[in-house]
T-cell receptor
Framework: EDQVTQSPEALRLQEGESSSLNCSYT??????LFWYRQDPGKGPEFLFT???AGEEKEKERLKATLTKKESFLHITAPKPEDSATYLC?????????????FGKGTRLSVIA | DSGVTQTPKHLITATGQRVTLRCSPR?????VYWYQQSLDQGLQFLIQ???????AKGNILERFSAQQFPDLHSELNLSSLELGDSALYFC???????????FGQGTRLTVV
């Protein structure tokens, strides 16, 4: 069965303390991997798309990387406004259109 | 603002009732997805439509149904509602079925 596992479940950082979130996947074929940010009670906000191993994307304090088995979301010098749940999702390969399969997320808290 | 519009934002209804949730995708997006997110649960895929046709089905209950209309808006119908159906329901849209999806702000359904 295709699975997406995110770790840790929750992470508490001091402002300025860099860290990484992990998304590992066991799928039969990966078409793409997506990172989202979700604030409480709101819809997920798209951050990055990664399509092939070795690919990297950056946006402000966030950098996403992809290997054949996992993806990392690196957060450099985080600020309190980076507090949110970060979700990763995989798009499976196959005929036609397939839905995104989401992990359960990492709940990030950044303390001033 | 993702460009995906969901109405209503909040819905409170009694057990056994039927409700309809509405989604307008981003301009130009042909694919629409519906997801359910319960408290402390991840995003569970329900169903996907592409240009009016059903393309993929997840763990959608038989009491739930959806459709995508010629103008590409979509509706999710939930009937014989139970307390356990209380959740956030998200709609997302994408240009194709293999590109990043953009989420609406969700409909919070409370069944009492």
């Amino acid at each position: 069965e295709d699975q997406v596992t995110q770790s840790p479940e929750a992470l508490r950082l001091q402002e300025g303390e860099s860290s990484s979130l992990n998304c590992s996947y066991t799928v039969s074929g990966l078409r793409g991997l997506f990172w989202y940010r979700q604030d409480p009670g709101k819809g997920p906000e798209f951050l990055f798309t990664l399509y092939s191993a070795g690919e990297e994307k950056e946006k402000e304090r966030l950098k996403a990387t992809l290997t054949k088995k996992e993806s990392f979301l690196h957060i450099t010098a985080p600020k309190p406004e980076d507090s949110a749940t970060y979700l990763c999702a995989v798009l499976l390969s196959g005929a036609g259109n397939t839905p995104l399969v989401f992990g359960k997320g990492t709940r990030l808290s950044v303390i001033a | 603002d993702s460009g995906v519009t969901q109405t209503p934002k909040h819905l409170i209804t009694a057990t056994g009732q039927r409700v309809t949730l509405r989604c307008s995708p981003r301009s130009g997006d042909l694919s629409v997805y519906w997801y359910q997110q319960s408290l402390d649960q991840g995003l569970q895929f329900l169903i996907q439509y592409y240009n009016g046709e059903e393309r993929a089905k997840g763990n959608i209950l038989e009491r739930f149904s959806a459709q995508q209309f010629p103008d590409l808006h979509s509706e999710l119908n939930l009937s014989s509602l139970e307390l356990g159906d209380s959740a956030l329901y998200f709609c997302a849209s994408s240009v194709q079925g293999y590109t990043e999806a953009f989420f609406g702000q969700g409909t919070r359904l409370t069944v009492v």
